[in-house]
């Protein structure tokens, strides 16, 4: 995809990140902790959708939301980058 937007009377072209990366791509360790009234919310979430565990659940939820941000980022031709809800506005 390949973007235009003009800031302050130049234009900029903004084209997709080259090494974006996608959900299953994604690898997380994680060692967490949470107070109790979280702990308990992850833990009926990751029983109500089906989750082994509740660790299964945030890997889950954190390599959807990261790849659903690269997904909306982009780079413009002098490497800046930029979240796709910046060019919206």
Known sequence: MKTTAKAQSETVNFKDLPDRIIEAEVKIELN???DGR???AIERQAALL????????LHQALASVIAGNEED????DDGTI????????
């Open 73 to 76: 980022t982009f780079v413009s």
């Open 32 to 34: 967490w902790s949470a």
């Open 82 to 89: 930029v979240g796709g809800w910046e060019l919206r506005h």
């Open 38 to 40: 979280t702990r308990k």
């Open 50 to 57: 089906g989750f082994k565990s509740p660790t299964a659940y």
